[in-house]
């Protein structure tokens, strides 16, 4: 039974980590098009879950506490990608940019069915371990990123500036720095969970 889990755990990550990697791809593409902070910051979102996607596969046929060490990580990138997100949003703000609200609004959708569609595969997993659970907090951040970038490229198209997706871009980086200490306080709950059942 535990086999089959972790089959089904790496099947689903495997597939997750493809879905990932094709859109930070394609967000980094529009983004460099479209001039837009918030395109930009979701591309290295979903290359930051990439990275940790593939650690969770990495641990996932090994002990707990590899497990936790791998969510501490997930974690840890989270939080790192959300200041580089700060940086670039301020980078933007003090150089300039012109943003294509179309643009925008047409990667997040797409992007948000996407997201969509991972977090149906990983609902389908029963009893999800730590990294599981760090991956399903991934794909809802992407999910209300992508939904905010709808509004901000409507907004952009509308009033013509560019602080929507400014905005949009800090946004994002809130969202992936409380996901980052969400998976940080999962992780650390985890161990006090095992250090008392060792004893």
């Given at each position: 039974m535990a086999a089959r889990q972790d089959s089904m755990e790496r099947r689903t990550l495997w597939i997750v980590l493809a879905l990932n990697?094709?859109?930070?791809?394609?967000?980094?593409?529009?983004?460099?098009?479209?001039?837009?902070?918030?395109?930009?910051?979701?591309?290295l979102d979903n290359l930051s879950d990439s990275f940790v996607y593939a650690i969770s596969l990495f641990a996932l046929s090994r002990s707990a506490k590899w497990k936790r060490g791998a969510a501490n990580v997930s974690g840890g990138l989270l939080i790192l990608f959300a200041a580089g997100i700060l940086y670039d949003a301020w980078r933007r703000y003090i150089g300039?940019?012109?943003?294509?609200?179309?643009?925008?609004?047409?990667?997040a959708?797409?992007?948000a069915a996407i997201n969509a569609v991972c977090v149906w595969l990983l609902a389908k997993l029963k009893n999800p371990n730590v990294n599981i659970r760090a991956a399903n907090t991934f794909s809802y951040?992407?999910?209300?990123?992508?939904?905010?970038i709808v509004v901000a490229g409507g907004l952009v198209a509308w009033l013509g500036t560019n602080w929507p997706d400014l905005v949009v871009g800090v946004i994002v980086a809130g969202i992936a720095a409380w996901g980052g200490i969400d998976i940080l306080r999962d992780a650390h709950g985890e161990h006090h969970k095992a250090v008392h059942t060792d004893k």
């Open positions: 990697i094709g859109l930070a791809v394609a967000f980094f593409a529009t983004g460099a098009f479209g001039d837009s902070s918030a395109l930009i910051a979701n591309g300039g940019s012109d943003p294509l609200g179309t643009i925008m609004i047409a990667m959708l797409i992007a951040n992407d999910f209300a990123a992508n939904l905010g």
